[in-house]
Each structure stands twice: as structure tokens, then as C-alpha cells.
């Protein structure tokens, strides 16, 4: 999967990649934990990310029993909020 990172004051991190691996049926959903987060991402720009906000867009990429690529439409819907660190 694919998440870019959409900061408040126009910080973008795009094309951060996350493996997720499992098996879904087909017109089914799964279940699946990723790091929402890596070092690229936290300390992005001049000044890292600490109180701050982004809005992810995810996508996900996979590949049919038959060896065909699939690729999900975006979800953008999803926030992260980093903690100041005291």
C-alpha cells in the first residue's frame, strides 16, 4: 500500500510505502495493521512533525489468484495527529 501525507502549512510526503500482506475473497474485505508512520514521515521538512496534523491518502495494490494487478481507488479520509514532544 501507498500513503501520501498531506501536513498543515503545505508539507507533503507522498509515496510512502507499507507492506500488508493476506488473502481477500473475492467482493469480501480483510483485516490488516500497518505502521501508520516511518522516520521519513515524522521528520519531513525542515522541522519535524511534532503537533501537527496530516490527512493520508491510501491506496492499495495487490494481484488476483490469476496473476492479474489490482489496484484500489484512494481513501482519504483517514487523519494522523503526531503529539508534541515535551
Not at 501537527?52 to 484512494?74: D, Q, R, Y
Request: charged fraction near 10%.
Amino acid at each position: 500500500m501507498i500513503v501520501d501525507y498531506f501536513w498543515g502549512g503545505g508539507v507533503t510526503v507522498l509515496d510512502q510505502s507499507f507492506g500488508v500482506s493476506g488473502t481477500v475473497p473475492a467482493g469480501g474485505s480483510i483485516a490488516a495493521q500497518f505502521p501508520v508512520a516511518n522516520a521519513i514521515v515524522l521528520g519531513s521538512g525542515v522541522v519535524p512533525r511534532d503537533g501537527h496534523t496530516a490527512t493520508l491518502a491510501i491506496t492499495v495494490f495487490g494481484m488476483t489468484v490469476a496473476g492479474e494487478p489490482v489496484e484500489s481507488k484512494p481513501f482519504t479520509g483517514g487523519s494522523l495527529a503526531v503529539n508534541s514532544c515535551i
